[in-house]
């Protein structure tokens, strides 16, 4: 009697959504330790939590990334991609930033949960964001404003894009008065009139507020 051929054992085929280590990259890291910040908030950003995403063990993710601190530069960097600056090497000032602080509100809506950490990191962890804040300030001097002034105000437009991007994630019944219903006239009026508009409350005041700053720094320019 023939005996059967025995040819290779099949190769086990590895769990979709799951790289192995080997196919580990820093991009792809990043995009996993984002997903575990915008589900479990800085606390639970671990390598641990990171690699079992993954499916790899914490020992081959450290391979690739040295520390949380690592990560979370990468993770910045990451976001940062989505902030529109290639305007102010080609627009007038107040066009730049408009797109600017439009995409960069979008952005920080949709990762909330990163505003407390990427707000207060060192800018030297991330050229990305280096080369951002110098496309930005090179917008400004070629509106004329003197250097002494760049700073100030795109640190007061970051701080208005931050209230902003939080401001997105709060309930559409944020402003309901409940049980004091029928007392406030004037502010009850005023929300049913916005309501009326169809546009969500965020979103108007973000519009209102952008308009309004970017008016008011290129009026007062210095």
Do not use: C
Request: glycine letters at 8%; hydrophobic letters at 45%; a neutral charge.
């Amino acid at each position: 009697m023939s005996r059967p051929t025995v040819g290779p054992a099949p190769a086990r085929r590895r769990r979709a959504g799951r790289p192995s280590a080997g196919v580990l990259d820093r991009r792809i890291i990043a995009r996993a330790a984002l997903d575990v910040v915008s589900a479990r908030g800085y606390s639970g950003l671990t390598m641990s939590a990171v690699a079992t995403s993954l499916g790899v063990s914490p020992s081959a993710l450290y391979n690739h990334v040295s520390s949380k601190q690592e990560l979370l530069q990468w993770i910045q960097e990451l976001v940062m991609d989505g902030v529109d600056h290639s305007l102010f090497a080609t627009h007038p000032l107040d066009e730049a930033l408009v797109r600017w602080a439009r995409t960069y509100r979008d952005v920080f809506a949709d990762h909330a949960p990163l505003i407390p950490l990427i707000a207060v990191m060192p800018v030297s962890s991330s050229r990305r964001l280096l080369e951002m804040y110098e496309a930005v300030t090179g917008g400004f001097v070629r509106a004329g404003w003197p250097r002494e002034a760049v700073v100030p105000a795109i640190v007061a437009l970051e701080s208005f894009v931050f209230g902003s991007a939080l401001d997105a994630t709060a309930p559409d019944d944020i402003f309901d008065p409940g049980e004091h219903a029928g007392t406030l006239p004037q502010f009850e009026d005023a929300l049913a009139a916005q309501r009326a508009t169809g546009e969500h409350n965020a979103d108007a005041a973000f519009a209102t507020g952008l308009r309004a700053m970017v008016a008011g720094l290129l009026a007062s320019r210095p």
